[in-house]
C-alpha cells in the first residue's frame, strides 16, 4: 500500500519562511512525478510545484521565485521551501505523486494535506 506522508507547514507573518516535505512510503517501484498543491477558501485546488523525476520542475506562477522544490536525498521525498510568503498562500497543501508501485502501472496518490496560515 502506497501512502504519502506530508509533514511541516504551520503559521507564519507575511514575509517570512516555512517548510514542506513529502516522503512515499510503501512497496513502491518508482516514483514518476512528485510535488504539491494547494486549495483555498474556494477549494479550488492549483498547483504549487511539480517535479518530473530526472526531468525538470515546473512551479505555479503565483509562487515562481519565491518557493523552491528540491529532492534532498532521502528516496523518495521532495522538500518545498517557501520563503517570503504572503498571505494569499494560505490554503490546504496537498502532496501528489504518480507512483509505480507495480512496474509499468502508473497511478496518481494524494497526501491528506498540511495547512499553511500566512498573516498580514
Known amino acids: 500500500q502506497v501512502q504519502l506522508v506530508e509533514s511541516g507547514g504551520g503559521s507564519a507573518q507575511a514575509g517570512r519562511s516555512l517548510s514542506l516535505s513529502c516522503v512515499v512510503n510503501?512497496?513502491?517501484?518508482?516514483?514518476?512525478?512528485m510535488g504539491w498543491y494547494r486549495q483555498g477558501p474556494g477549494n479550488q485546488r492549483e498547483l504549487v510545484a511539480v517535479?518530473?523525476?530526472?526531468?525538470?520542475?515546473t512551479y505555479g506562477d503565483s509562487v515562481k521565485g519565491r518557493f523552491t522544490l528540491s529532492a534532498p536525498g532521502a528516496k523518495f521525498t521532495v522538500h518545498l521551501q517557501m520563503n517570503n510568503l504572503k498571505p494569499e498562500d494560505t490554503g490546504l497543501y496537498l502532496c501528489n505523486a504518480e507512483v509505480e508501485a507495480t512496474r509499468g502501472i502508473p497511478r496518481d496518490y494524494w497526501g491528506r494535506g498540511t495547512q499553511v496560515t500566512v498573516s498580514p
Open positions: 517535479t518530473i523525476t530526472g526531468v525538470n520542475t
Open positions: 510503501g512497496n513502491i517501484f518508482r516514483v514518476n512525478r
